[in-house]
């Protein structure tokens, strides 16, 4: 599947063409928590002026009010991890003219994606006293394994600065000005003192995309990576680092399998460090 990281027309087969009046927004769910689509509500200043930018046309989590589609601006929160859903994210994009996906569930598969490295089978039977009742798939995948995507927000849960910018690109028909260099270029823009060489505390910054405005280390916390990977992520030299500052290698495989445990770079690099496996064997 193609994922492009600018809103454009798509011409999706047989798409039904959308109407100049106000933009219709939707906003789908699928495996999530919630906390992304929480952004967009949590918008209190802004809430206003999107609404009256776009018709909220479908948002089970804010109103039950239906508008039929196509819709002009998707987003979609969470990833795929049942037979339903890969049935249900078809039908979201063949109403969709454009379709960003919002967060590390929807953009990586999300926390949700630790299955992809164990035995679901065997979690299933260990938590659930009737596991036969439960339907499931093997592994959780982002959105762009299954369709083509427009753009992808990364954060758990996303910026919401970078949500409003998203939004209002996708509907004046611009590219969004969202960076993908590092975490450590937001920090030094804020004069943050880095956590790292200050105290030694570990801090995956290097290798993660800005956008929280480096949060984490102003409260003199090392960056955990949930923005996911950076534009070209030197992930090894990280784990390098890590070990010489006294990580041990199940700390390293650790530190990068969290909320974008399964996005390539983190992937591979947690890999590297998982005791006796080869690499890719997950992939
Ligand atoms: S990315 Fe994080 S905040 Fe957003 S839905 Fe997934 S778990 Fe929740
Ligand atoms: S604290 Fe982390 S994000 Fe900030 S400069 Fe140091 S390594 Fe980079
Ligand atoms: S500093 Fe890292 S972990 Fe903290 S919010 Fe930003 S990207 Fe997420």
Redesign the pocket.
Known sequence: MTTTTQPHSHSHGDTPPVSKATPKLAVWKFASCDGCQLTLLNCEDELLAVAGAVDIAYFPEATRAVVEGPYDVSLVEGSVTTPEEVERIQHVREVSRTLITIGACATAGGIQALRNFGDVAEFRSIVYAHPEYLSTLARSTPIAAHVSVDFQLRGCPIDKRQLLEVLAASIQGRKPRIPSY???VE??RRG?V????ANGTP?L??VTQAGCG?LC?AFDR??YGCFGPQDSPNTSSLADRLLLGGMSEAEVMRIYRTFNAASEPFRRESERHEPGLEEGAHS
């Open positions: 590092s975490v450590c920090c030094k943050t880095c956590v790292t060489v801090c910054g290097p480096a280390p090392g960056c």
